[in-house]
């Protein structure tokens, strides 16, 4: 069946400009998650999404990264007046109960 | 502060032996562990699990053990085939409030199995 999609599957931008990185969860999951894996980092932890519940923003490294989930459904994680700090794969997550499926990530590169 | 620790980045091992990877928490809140697979350009995948109210969980070549008492966890792949080379990661979740649900992950380790 299909999993957890990202797009793009990677993105070159220059300093200062705004991205914006896309997930469509396995269907029917109520949970989303965005995670990002900088450089010989583990993944961290940066917003959670539960049905309609207010999301859960406190690993949001700084009030640039923004995120949103339209009908429950695909998530947007924006990322505005982007740093070179903010290079790293981005990874997408999702699940209904369970263990959290994870997408391929965006790999984000910041020139 | 780390609250999840792999401290071993890279693990070399024989095709057909056993394979230990560890993994160190220190958040006593931490009672639901799991291990994910990492092959390059992918996410990370799932593999195996164990509550806290466990010590050991097996699934086929994969068993997690947890020792609470030590807050530390391991994970045994036996026999060990040239397929399982990956980055494996270690990822806890808490029970304290409403963060029973992110994950925090070690930074993993890199297992390569030799043919």
């Not at chain 1, 959670?48 to 923004?66: M, V």
């Not at chain 1, 997408?92 to 984000?108: E, I, M, V």
């Not at chain 2, 304290?96 to 930074?107: A, D, P, Q």
Request: charged share 20%.
């Amino acid at each position: 069946g299909a999993g957890v999609s990202q797009s793009p599957s990677n993105k070159v931008t220059e300093k200062g400009k705004d991205v914006e990185l896309r997930c469509d969860p396995i269907s029917g999951h109520t949970a989303l998650y965005w995670y990002r894996q900088s450089l010989g980092q583990g993944l961290e932890f940066l917003i959670y999404f539960q049905g309609n519940s207010a999301p859960d923003k406190s690993g949001l490294p700084s009030d640039r990264f923004s995120a949103e989930r339209t009908g429950g459904s695909v998530s947007t994680l924006t990322i505005q007046r982007t740093q070179q700090e903010d290079s790293a794969v981005y990874l997408c997550a999702s699940s209904l109960g369970g263990p959290q499926h994870f997408g391929d990530g965006t790999r984000l590169s910041i020139l | 502060d780390q609250q999840v620790k792999q401290n071993s980045p890279s693990l070399s091992v024989q095709e057909g032996r056993i394979s230990i990877l560890n993994c160190d928490y220190t958040n006593s809140m931490f009672d639901y562990f799991l291990w994910y697979k990492k092959y390059p350009a992918e996410g990370p995948t799932f593999l195996i699990s164990i509550s806290s109210i466990k010590d050991k969980n097996e699934d086929g070549r994969f068993t997690v053990f947890l020792n609470k008492s030590a807050k530390h966890l391991s994970l045994h792949i036996v026999p060990s085939q040239p397929g399982d080379s990956a980055v494996y990661f270690c990822a806890a979740r808490g029970n304290s409030g409403g963060s029973n649900y992110k994950l925090t992950f070690g930074k993993g380790t890199l297992l390569t199995v030799n043919p």
